[in-house]
């Protein structure tokens, strides 16, 4: 039996910012084992080539991929996504896995005596798309009828959720937000059958992680705290996506769980 020939047939997951980093790497790991795979993403049309490369190895795996280049975070968008999503599903197939990894966010200090600082402006745009988004899109779903009877909803959190980093505020108040929704999407959700988790990420090497300022310092840190001395790679991060996705994880829901290989001990 191949590996894609599993429990998995004829299950989908939707991975909200899935051309990179975790995303796409959760979406290469559920592709390998069966799941046919829906990707939202939103990129330029220079960096479509590499791109397509990555939806390619998708593709080998023998299932169905389905792509679109949107702006997720719109809500006149989204409607006619989830329209979209509707009309290309094969009659009664429903979304089991959604994965929640748009990382769109400011990056500036709060205070600088001659550089621009975090802005209102800033805070909102930063929690609407890193937090926000996860409720407006299971809400949206739900009310579709899209997802399954056995739903996992998987999004990422960082350490920055207790221990502030400079540059960081703004994603900071994001990800502390982004658990407490899934806290509440765990309790408030569980009626239709969706379990709900945030996972902690180590620090990982992705686009995302080059864009903080002063990311080599935060590398070099990690590698000092790590007791396996390696940073967190995304492959890492989508094989616990993989397990919370088992029928055997069904009872796990409304928590944080650590994948950072013990960097957050010390």
């Not at 197939?93 to 929640?100: M, S």
């Not at 829901?253 to 013990?262: L, N």
Request: glycine share 6%; hydrophobic share 45%; net charge neutral.
């Amino acid at each position: 039996m191949n590996s894609n020939e599993t429990i998995f047939k004829n299950r989908w997951a939707l991975i909200l910012g899935g051309s990179s980093g975790l995303g796409l790497a959760t979406a290469k790991k559920l592709a390998l084992h069966g799941y046919h795979i829906l990707i939202i993403h939103r990129d330029r049309r220079a960096d479509l080539d590499e791109i397509e490369a990555s939806f390619n190895e998708i593709k080998s795996f023998g299932n169905e991929l389905i792509t679109m280049n949107v702006d997720a975070l719109n809500p006149e968008k989204r409607a006619g996504i989830v329209e979209a999503i509707q009309e290309q599903l094969p009659f009664g197939h429903k979304i089991n896995v959604l994965v929640h990894s748009i990382a769109k966010g400011t990056l500036k200090p709060m205070h600088s005596e001659s550089g621009s600082t975090l802005t209102d402006t800033d805070f909102k745009l930063t929690f609407e798309a890193m937090a926000l988004s996860l409720y407006d899109w299971t809400k949206a779903l739900v009310k579709a009828a899209l997802f399954a009877a056995d739903t996992r909803i998987v999004s990422f959190t960082s350490e920055g959720n207790s221990r502030a980093l400079p540059n960081y505020a703004a994603v900071s108040v994001a990800k502390v937000a982004l658990e407490a929704l899934t806290r509440s999407i765990a309790l408030e959700f569980a009626g239709v059958g969706i379990k709900a988790n945030c996972i902690q990420a180590g620090v990982t090497l992705t686009k995302s992680l080059s864009m903080i300022p002063g990311y080599e310092e935060i590398k070099a840190h990690a590698l000092r705290r790590n007791p396996n001395q390696r940073l967190t790679k995304p492959e890492d991060v989508a094989n616990a996506v993989f397990l919370l996705t088992a029928d055997e994880a069904k009872w796990i829901t409304g928590t944080v769980i650590k994948v950072d290989g013990g960097e957050s001990l010390v």
